[in-house]
């Protein structure tokens, strides 16, 4: 079987050589990388990404969203940060992260994201999948990854959209945090309650007045649907 290629991204060189050590010893391919610009070089063909965030130069999430909005990878991205502030989490997850790991960390908490992230990113897809999905005045194209609000293209990160798909394919079903997490991050170990919330308010944030389409409904949990 090909060995996973996982590209390491710190300016800390002891980092860079704890996580290659450790994943290679797990059975993956690493390659290293001491700087964002450095890793844009050679990023292509990678299969995870894990990603500082505060290096010399480019920053994490500015690599991130070179890689989400102007080369349009979907390689999944761990970020790696000291910061763990609420502020952060959104930007990172709004740069296209999948998920976010702070310092400092266990190394079996890095082996076990990368095993699930990969496991996710791996899953195969349903066979019969919805091509468009309309709701009132929201339309997601599915096959092209695409949302549309008034036919104004919406630029959502992978998550993000899974998670729109999910609740406009089920218009007015509530969805738990815990369905949402099973659904979307299987097996995934560290998911939070509050990981949906941020997730949530960030594509509410971006649907402009189709946002109330999206509700918390009495703390049960998240749906959809048009309004009247």
Not at 104 to 132: D, G, H, T, W, Y
Request: hydrophobic residues 40%.
């Amino acid at each position: 079987m090909e060995k996973k290629k996982i590209m390491v991204v710190d300016d800390e060189p002891d980092i860079r050589e704890i996580l290659q050590f450790n994943l290679e010893n797990a059975g993956y391919e690493v390659v290293p990388a001491a700087s964002a610009e450095a890793a844009l070089e050679e990023c292509d063909g990678m299969d995870l990404i894990l990603l500082d965030v505060m290096m010399e130069g480019m920053s994490g999430f500015r690599m991130a969203e070179v890689l989400r909005k102007e080369r349009r990878s979907s390689v999944p991205i761990i970020f790696l940060t000291a910061r763990s502030a609420e502020n952060d989490l959104l930007t990172g997850f709004s740069a296209g992260g999948d998920d976010y790991i702070a310092k400092p960390f266990s190394i079996n908490e890095v082996l076990a994201r990368v095993k699930a992230v990969l496991k996710r990113s791996n899953a195969p897809k349903p066979e019969k999948v919805q091509q468009q999905i309309t709701l009132g005045r929201l339309r997601i194209d599915v096959a092209r990854k695409m949302v549309y609000v008034d036919d104004v293209a919406v630029v959502l990160p992978k998550k993000e959209l899974e998670i729109l798909t999910l609740l406009a394919s089920h218009p007015g079903r509530i969805f738990s945090r815990e369905e949402m997490i099973n659904e979307l991050w299987e097996d995934a170990p560290y998911v939070l309650d509050r990981t949906v919330d941020v997730h949530i308010a960030r594509i509410r944030s971006k649907l402009g007045e189709c946002k109330s389409y999206l509700t918390n409904r009495s703390g049960y949990g998240y749906s959809m649907n048009a309004e009247e």
